[in-house]
């Protein structure tokens, strides 16, 4: 059955999903975005993407083109016509079409676009296999607080990942210390057991998936310390993993060939993964799913 996606105000046949060719997100990358996980026919963590889209919009002075409600309306709408169970939704919203100039337009109408595509989950097991990391400069802009659609530079480092056949690439800034991976928030475990990740600054992503899991070890009694860390610190480090919508929690085993612990994923990483997968068919089942 053709995928269908929602454009400004209409759903439309995948393939003849189009937006004009001066829409602002296209020529400036003037956008942000968002990316839902999609489990049991249930948005996971979907008030926390919301707020963080909300945010995004402010930052950028751009104007919501639809309340909260019909956004969701909207969300699960796009799931029902594209029979998605598991997977995902994604939401772009530009400042819109205007003549390409860079200062904001005087007028200008938001454009929206939602598509959803299945996806399958990684199984219990399947989650608590270890991954490697490799490391790199980080070269994106001082806003990375916002999740703006100018993804170029985490491209960039995303693809010397696949090219050194890693699970993700950790970014450093100029002192040496860890900001995140390309698609992903980075966590380590020192040798005393605390989980340590970077604050929440303009250096990072505030991840939904990191914030979830923030709350979780903070109910489970887990010491957790928010502050940024350097690559030798991940390398000496007990455990090491990392975080996002799709990814969920994905242990780390090495760090630019560097074994860390063990060599395979940690015990504390493999709870919070049991931990987490608990919360997604919690949202499940209380969603009636």
């Not at 001082?142 to 170029?152: F, G, H, P, Q």
Request: glycine share 8%.
């Amino acid at each position: 059955m053709p995928r269908a996606s929602y454009v400004n105000g209409r759903y439309v046949r995948h393939l003849q999903a189009m937006v004009h060719i001066e829409d602002r997100g296209y020529q400036f990358a003037d956008g942000v975005y968002e990316v839902i996980g999609v489990f049991g026919g249930c948005l996971i963590d979907v008030e926390e993407h919301l707020d963080r889209l909300e945010r995004s919009l402010s930052e950028l002075r751009m104007v919501p083109p639809l309340g909260r409600t019909s956004l969701k309306i909207i969300g699960r709408e796009t799931l029902r016509r594209n029979h998605v169970q598991n997977g995902k939704i994604y939401i772009q919203i530009s400042r819109g079409v205007a003549t390409r100039d860079h200062p904001f337009p005087a007028s200008s109408k938001s454009s929206l676009i939602v598509t959803a595509s299945s996806g399958s989950w990684p199984s219990l097991s399947k989650a608590k296999t270890g991954s490697a990391v490799v490391t790199g400069p980080d070269l994106r802009w001082r806003r990375c607080d916002i999740k703006s659609v100018s993804l170029l530079p985490n491209l960039l480092a995303k693809q010397t990942a696949v090219e050194a056949v890693a699970a993700e690439l950790w970014m450093t800034d100029d002192n040496g210390f860890v900001t995140e991976g390309t698609a992903s928030n980075a966590w380590i475990l020192t040798s005393e057991d605390e989980i340590i990740t970077r604050q929440a600054d303009d250096g990072i992503l505030a991840g939904i998936t990191r914030q979830t899991l923030i709350r979780l070890i903070k109910r489970e009694g887990y010491k957790l310390t928010l502050r940024a860390f350097t690559i030798e610190e991940a390398k000496a480090a007990k455990e090491a993993f990392f975080t996002s919508a799709t990814a969920i929690v994905k242990p780390v085993t090495s760090i630019d060939g560097d074994r860390i612990g063990k060599g395979v994923p940690g015990e504390i990483t493999c709870k919070l993964i049991d931990l987490y997968f608990n919360h997604m068919h919690d949202t499940r089942d209380h969603h009636g799913h």
